[in-house]
């Protein structure tokens, strides 16, 4: 796996000889770093982008951009560096996902109708499950009381039919469901994007939740303390 990405990285590096690019790094979070390039032109993305893992030296996900749009096939990995998903976004289609890393997800299809409610198909993020969770738990450490870490929690997508989505989260404290709390997720170093719920052909509003315990890392000095996510 790792001569594959050594592979990769020599593939950027010549792509950006070739078309005039320039490979920047941003840092996501503290367990993952974006390697990318830019068109030195107009500062957009072009080629090789991937998200390096830090906390094993592997990737959470590897692709392409052209014209500053995600294209072709991307790999999305879990946090052990398996394949976890596998999307082409020429075609808009789903090529693979590993069915074990959604074991502690469940979907609810916002209809009245049982028809759709048990027909359409479940919504997915387009990332691996662990590397969404992943961003979301650090998201949710900026703002929860530290009394909750730790605890079981459910954190739920609301995906509607334009394929958006609003987060939330909801700790289980005393035996009881805490006050549902709204997360917001930064786009502006890695958006997520969603397969929303489909019936015949048309998308359906769903709620994608997983069952998770989130613990903060007593490894890391409280002021770079970063957050993982057990299930």
Known sequence: MKNKIFLMLLMAAGFSANAQTTEKKTKIDNVSLAVYNVDARNNEKEGIYAVKNLSNDGLWLQGIYKDDQRAGTWNFFNKDFKLAMRYNYDQKKLAFVDANTLKNVS?????????????????????????????????????????????DAEITAHIGTDGKATYSVIFMVDGKKSAKQNVKLSNDKFAIEWIPSMYNNKPVEAEFTAYVKIAADESVPDQTKRVRWDN
């Open 107 to 151: 979907v609810n299809v916002l209809s009245d109708d049982n028809k759709i409610k048990n027909g359409a198909s479940a919504p997915l993020p387009i990332c691996s499950v662990d590397y969404y969770l992943q961003l979301l738990a650090n998201n949710i450490y900026g703002f929860s009381d530290s009394n909750n870490w730790g605890k």
